[in-house]
């Protein structure tokens, strides 16, 4: 067993031994890591790696203020159309040439033709040009206060920047060459799926000279040495944090938070305040959710309370919302919610019917080995059914999923019709960065779907002025996906991560970082 081997063999590892125990952080991540590109992917485990190696050229800070980081400077001219940018002195790529503006501007340009706000803003994107290895400069077409926002995204995809023979990689094509500028480097030879990922601290390195925040500020690596550990096991896991065999648990399961609450040796820390928001996403490729009246019938069947008891139980870390902009946000809006969510099962079965819907089976995808996720499927299964409708729930781990829910085949095919996730809040706190806002087909995320009233609405929100009516258009995006949804989404809910005491500098962000992070002797 994995599990069980890693929670063994943590304390008298290779790495740990030649290194030394206070230069090495083990920790437990939510999930194996076996893709690695983090602009060809959102799934979480990939953009965590993304935040080890690579930088970006802006961060936001514990305020959600968007700061530079690669970025040393910035002009905007008077008529808000005209950015130019002058890179930080002594950036340099792991293999130790310098980053240049001829990295920087196909890492843009990737990054930018898979992800929804990327999509948007290059729309108002009239030229990106280099003027010097240094500086390079953004003309706009319109003006648009996403910008700088947008190349601070501060989770997936993230913007990370790449050298420019790795950045012209074919966006839909995954990267061959991990090289990066950040803080830590991939030791590519160590990484073993399904057992461990390592990274090494990066000597030349240059952090900022201003103080961590959130993800920005100087990236300082205070351990020699990150190891993913992969352990599958809950309670396995826990064993070797309280043993001292691990440093960190980035998401210790629910049920066991009290055991860990009564370990003095332990502390719990809750890195990401803003939570996440749990999600069931269609194919709207194939029937029968090619259909939108078959899709309401979802959001009329469906309810929050049963998936957040039956994931997170305890009432403590989760929070019945129908607000899709998350609630406590500046958008929050219960505009065209008001009666779903509620398992109106008479209502749902009337659209269906009007629908004509013909049994088509739904081929749900069930992730079965991440603690968080492992439980929705089969509530969505039974909450379906009753309100009529035909379940084929295929059990798989996370990272299939992963890689399955990008295939467009038929459900009778290797397909898919309907998956569940999570968001972390940070990534969709407006329509335009949220991922599953984006309606244009092919160019959308997985599950492609195509709504030119949806699309034109995120267009007005990219160009809105004022807050009153970025919150008029977001209340009208959420009514039109009341009315055809892109997606579902089934509640909030909030995971403390977990480290041994002797663990400092555990920031607040909306994903775990590790530089910052120190490692005292004992405990």
Excluded at 102 to 107: L, W
Excluded at 370 to 392: C, I, Y
Aim: aromatic content about 10%; overall charge neutral.
């Amino acid at each position: 067993m994995a599990g069980a081997a890693a929670a063994g063999a943590l304390a008298s590892s290779t790495g740990a031994s030649a290194q030394g125990a206070a230069n090495v952080l083990r920790v437990v991540m939510h999930s194996d890591l076996r893709i690695i590109d983090p602009i060809w992917t959102t799934a979480y485990i990939v953009r965590n790696y993304g935040y080890m190696i690579y930088d970006t050229l802006f961060a936001l800070d514990s305020k959600g203020q968007v700061q530079p980081q690669m970025v040393d400077k910035y002009t905007v001219s008077d008529d808000k159309l005209t950015y130019t940018f002058t890179l930080r002195d002594g950036l340099m790529w792991h293999d130790n040439q310098p980053v240049t503006t001829a990295d920087i501007i196909p890492s843009i340009r990737r990054w930018a033709a898979r992800d929804p706000l990327g999509q948007t803003v290059m729309g108002f994107v009239g030229s990106i040009e280099a003027k010097d290895p240094k500086t390079f400069e953004i003309k706009l077409k319109e003006a648009t206060g996403l910008l700088l926002f947008a190349l601070g995204k501060p989770s997936s995809n993230v913007p990370f920047m790449m050298p420019k023979r790795v950045a012209e990689t074919d966006p839909n094509t995954q990267i061959t060459e991990f090289i990066g500028s950040g803080p830590f480097m991939f030791v590519r030879d160590e990484w073993k799926p399904g057992d461990k990922a390592v990274y090494a601290k990066f000597a030349g390195y240059k952090p900022r000279s201003e103080p961590a925040d959130g993800l920005a500020g100087g990236k300082v690596a205070k351990v020699d040495r990150v190891e993913w550990r992969v352990i599958t096991d809950q309670q396995q896991a826990i064993n070797a944090l309280q043993a001292g065999e691990i440093d960190i648990i980035e998401a210790p399961s629910h049920d066991l938070l009290p055991l860990l609450k009564s370990d003095d040796n332990i502390k719990l820390f809750n890195w990401n305040v803003l939570g996440n928001q749990y999600t069931m996403r269609f194919n709207h490729t194939t029937a029968p959710f090619n259909n939108p009246k078959i899709r309401q019938a979802v959001l009329y069947a469906l309810n929050q309370e049963d998936f957040l008891k039956a994931t997170i139980g305890d009432p403590e870390y989760y929070k019945v919302c129908k607000a899709m902009f998350v609630c406590g946000s500046p958008l929050e809006t219960m505009a065209g919610m008001e009666d779903k969510l509620e398992s109106n099962f008479a209502k749902a079965r009337q659209l269906l019917q009007e629908a004509g819907y013909n049994r088509e089976p739904v081929v749900l995808l069930h992730s079965t080995d991440l603690q968080v996720l492992t439980n929705l499927a089969p509530v969505a299964k039974s909450l379906l059914e009753r309100a009529g409708f035909v379940v084929d729930m295929q059990s798989m781990d996370w990272q299939t999923v992963v890689a399955r829910r990008v295939k467009r085949d038929p459900p009778t095919q290797g397909g898919w019709s309907a998956m569940l996730t999570s968001w972390v809040a940070a990534d969709i706190l407006n329509p335009v960065m949220a991922g599953f806002f984006n309606a244009s087909g092919d160019k959308a995320a997985f599950g492609w779907p195509s709504d030119p009233e949806i699309e034109t609405l995120r267009a007005r929100y990219a160009r809105a002025a004022t807050a009153a009516e970025q919150k008029q258009i977001a209340e009208a995006v959420q009514r039109r996906v009341s009315e055809a949804p892109t997606h579902i989404h089934l509640g909030q809910w909030y995971s403390p991560g977990a480290h041994r005491k002797n663990i400092s500098g555990w920031l607040e962000a909306p994903a775990p970082v590790f530089w910052n992070i120190e490692k005292g002797r004992g405990a």
